[in-house]
């Protein structure tokens, strides 16, 4: 079975501070990671996947298989970074199949 | 690039009676697409994988004979909710992928159904 856990339901900071949005994950496979993003009113689009190993809007993610997490970080946050930050991990369906196994998700307030 | 739409994009209807809900790639050809159903401030849950062509892949707990999926073609992707009730009220959303296995998924804006 796979699973992720993002323990923080709610995490305020104030423009400029660092921020850090928790992942965990079970899987007993191979994991492919992704962080999705939600601004308001609008669709979830990808932000980025743990294999392309880039920064995108300034938020990075490295893949600790150890401690089997995925933590999203930037290290100065701005107001438009406000928004749902879902962690998802793609694992075997069945045959050729994937499905995605997203995070309860975590909505970032960042505050003038 | 990579846009999806769905149609329509909220939906109310009685009890007992059947919605359809389309999915489409505008851009791209989706081999595969997804549906899922977001109750409110909770997470996303996928419902089913269907690839173009062939029959949809079920979540454990999801009814096949009530949501109904079809991948007709590669561009296109019907769900239908059949004899609704008010514990279907939920948000659907879908997705597609260019691939089949793991490949990004590109979401659709979601469609709000209400069951009167």
């Known amino acids: 079975a796979q699973r992720v856990t993002q323990p923080e339901k709610l995490l305020s900071v104030f423009k400029g501070a660092p921020v850090e949005l928790k992942c965990n994950y079970s899987y007993s496979g191979s994991p492919e990671l992704f962080w999705y993003v939600q601004y308001s009113r609008q669709r979830l689009q990808l932000l980025l996947r743990h294999i392309s190993r880039e920064s995108i809007k300034g938020f990075t993610a490295d893949l600790n298989k150890g401690e089997t997490s995925f933590h999203l970080k930037k290290p100065f946050a701005q107001e438009e970074d406000s928004a749902m930050y879902y962690c998802?991990?793609?694992?075997?369906?069945?045959?050729?199949?994937?499905?995605?196994?997203f995070g309860k998700g975590t909505l970032l307030t960042v505050n003038p | 690039g990579a846009v999806v739409s769905q149609h329509p994009s909220w939906v109310i209807c009685k009890s007992g009676t059947s919605v359809k809900i389309e999915c489409r790639s505008l851009d791209f050809q989706a081999t595969t697409m997804f549906w899922y159903r977001q109750f409110p401030k909770q997470s996303l849950m996928l419902m089913a994988t269907s690839n173009e062509g062939s029959k949809a892949t079920y979540e454990q707990g999801v009814e096949k004979d009530k949501f109904l999926i079809n991948h007709a073609s590669l561009t296109l992707s019907t769900l239908t909710v059949t004899s609704a009730h008010p514990e279907d009220s939920s948000f659907y959303i879908c997705?597609?992928?260019?691939?089949?296995?793991?490949?990004?998924?590109?979401f659709g804006p979601g469609t709000r159904l209400t069951v009167l």
């Open positions: 998802a991990l793609s694992g075997a369906s069945g045959g050729s199949n994937y499905k995605l196994t």
């Open positions: 997705s597609a992928s260019y691939r089949q296995g793991v490949d990004t998924q590109y």
